[in-house]
C-alpha cells in the first residue's frame, strides 16, 4: 500500500511535464539562438550601423549642395537730391527684394584626412563583426553550459527515479519478509526511510530540472512554448592535436584579431592627425536669381539678375598653437599602447590555452575513469542484491550497495558533460568553435 503511495505522489507530481514535450536537438538549439537571442540581435544591429557608416554618403568624398532663398519688403519715407539739383520726397515709398539660389561646395583636398578616416571607417566595421563573432561564441557557450546541465539533471532524474524503483521493491520485499518473520520491523522501517529519501532527491532534481529549462529558453529568446527534452547523446572530438590548435589559436583566436585591428585602427589614427599639416583645398559654386522692385527715389525702377559663379579657395593652417603636434603624439602613444595590449593578450591567450588543454585532458580521463567505475558498482550492485535476496547481506549492506551505484552514475554524468565543455573551451579559444558540428 506505501509503495502505492509513493508512485502516486511521484507521477501527479510530475506527470504534467511528460505529456507533449518534444525533442530539442543541438542544431535546433543554435538555430533558436542565432535567430532569437537579444545579445546577437543587439551584437548584429552594431554590425549594421558600422556597415552604414562605411558608405559613401558618410566618407566627405561627396560634395555638398544647399539650397537658399529670401525675401525683404520695405515702406520707407525719402527724401532723394539729385545731382541735377531736383528733389524728390516720397512718403510711404515700397521696395521690395526676392533672391534665390543654389551652393556647392566641395573638398578637392585635405591632406588625405578624409581618405585615412575613411579607411578607419572600414576598419571599425570588421571590428564590429570580430566583436558579433566573440558575442556569439559565448552565447553559444553559455547556450551549451545550459544545455547540458538540463541533459545532465535529466539523466540523474531517470537514475534516481530507477534508483526509487529498487527502493521499492526493497520495501516490498522487507513487508513480507517481515509479514513471514524472516526479519525485524527495523528492516521495514529502514526501506521506508530510504524510499522517502529517494523520493525526496526525485523532487529536488525535477525541479532543478525545471529551472534549468527555464535558464535555457531565456537564452533561447523564450521561444519554446512547451516542455521539450534535450539530446543527451555526445560525442568528443577525440582526434584533437595540441600543437594544431595552438597554431589555429594563434590564427583566429578573436582576441588576438581584435587586437590586430584595434592597431589598423591607431596606425590610421596617426596618419588622420598627421593630414592636418597638409592644406585643405576647396571648391565652390553657386547658381542664383535676385531681384529688387526700387522706390521712385532709385535710378533703376526693377533689376533682375541671374548667373553662376564659381571660386576656388586653399586653408592652410601654419601653426594652431601646437594642437595638431600633440594629437599626433597622443595618437602614437594610443598606437603603442594598443601593440603592448596585443603582446599581452598574446601572453594571456598562451597560459589560457594551456590551462584550458590540461583542463581537456584532465576532465576526459576522469570521464573514461568515471565510466570503468561504472562497470565496477554495477557488478558490485548485482553481487549485493543477489546476496541480499538469500539473506547473506542486510539491508545497511544493500543499500550502501545501491547507493554506490547511484553515486558513480551520477559522477559520471557530471564527468561527460564537463570533459564536453572542456573541449568546447578550448575550440573557442582556437577560434572553431562555430566550425563544430554538434
Not at 570588421?126 to 551549451?144: D, G, K, M, V, Y
Not at 530507477?162 to 526479519?183: C, M
Request: no cysteine.
Amino acid at each position: 500500500m506505501q509503495n502505492k503511495i509513493y508512485s502516486i505522489i511521484i507521477l501527479v507530481f510530475f506527470g504534467m511535464y511528460m505529456n507533449a514535450q518534444e525533442m530539442l536537438t543541438p542544431d535546433d538549439a543554435i538555430q533558436l539562438t542565432l535567430e532569437h537571442n537579444y545579445g546577437i540581435k543587439i551584437a548584429n544591429n552594431t554590425v549594421k550601423v558600422a556597415e552604414n557608416n562605411t558608405s559613401i554618403f558618410n566618407s566627405g568624398y561627396l560634395p555638398t549642395v544647399t539650397g537658399s532663398a529670401g525675401a525683404t519688403y520695405n515702406l520707407d519715407n525719402t527724401e532723394a537730391e539729385f545731382s541735377n539739383g531736383n528733389t524728390t520726397i516720397l512718403n510711404g515709398a515700397e521696395s521690395s527684394r526676392y533672391n534665390a539660389s543654389v551652393n556647392l561646395n566641395y573638398t578637392l583636398f585635405d591632406g588625405l584626412g578624409r581618405l585615412y578616416n575613411y579607411k578607419r571607417l572600414k576598419e571599425q566595421y570588421q571590428l564590429s563583426e570580430l566583436e558579433a563573432r566573440e558575442t556569439i561564441e559565448n552565447t553559444l557557450l553559455q547556450l551549451f553550459s545550459v544545455y547540458y546541465s538540463v541533459a545532465q539533471l535529466s539523466e540523474n532524474t531517470q537514475t534516481i527515479k530507477e534508483t526509487f524503483e529498487i527502493s521499492k521493491e526493497r520495501l516490498t520485499r522487507s513487508e513480507y519478509q517481515f509479514e513471514y518473520g524472516q526479519n525485524t520491523k527495523l528492516d521495514v522501517l529502514n526501506a521506508e526511510v530510504d524510499i522517502n529519501n529517494d523520493s525526496i532527491s526525485i523532487v529536488n532534481t525535477e525541479q532543478q530540472l525545471i529551472n534549468a529549462k527555464r535558464d535555457l529558453n531565456v537564452i533561447l529568446g523564450n521561444k519554446l512554448t512547451q516542455d521539450f527534452n534535450v539530446n543527451t547523446d555526445i560525442s568528443f572530438l577525440f582526434q584533437l592535436d595540441k600543437e594544431d590548435l595552438w597554431t589555429k589559436t594563434q590564427a583566429n583566436n578573436v582576441s588576438l584579431l581584435r587586437a590586430d585591428k584595434n592597431i589598423d585602427i591607431s596606425t590610421l589614427d596617426v596618419k588622420s592627425n598627421r593630414s592636418q599639416y597638409l592644406p585643405t583645398v576647396g571648391l565652390t559654386g553657386s547658381y542664383g536669381w535676385n531681384k529688387n522692385n526700387n522706390n521712385a527715389a532709385s535710378f533703376v525702377t526693377v533689376s533682375t539678375n541671374t548667373g553662376l559663379s564659381g571660386g576656388i579657395n586653399l586653408t592652410w593652417n601654419l601653426f594652431d598653437g601646437g594642437s595638431t603636434l600633440t594629437r599626433v603624439k597622443n595618437a602614437k602613444i594610443a598606437l603603442e599602447n594598443q601593440q603592448l595590449q596585443k603582446e599581452q593578450i598574446l601572453i594571456d591567450l598562451e597560459r589560457n590555452f594551456n590551462n584550458a588543454w590540461d583542463d581537456y585532458k584532465n576532465k576526459v580521463l576522469i570521464y573514461e575513469l568515471q565510466e570503468e567505475n561504472i562497470k565496477t558498482a554495477q557488478n558490485n550492485f548485482s553481487r549485493t542484491k543477489e546476496k541480499f535476496k538469500i539473506g547473506q547481506v542486510n539491508s545497511i549492506e544493500f543499500r550502501q550497495a545501491q547507493l554506490n551505484l547511484l553515486n558513480a552514475e551520477l559522477s559520471r554524468n557530471q564527468a561527460k558533460y564537463n570533459a564536453k565543455l572542456a573541449e568546447l573551451v578550448i575550440l573557442q579559444l582556437s577560434g572553431d568553435l562555430l566550425n563544430v558540428k554538434f
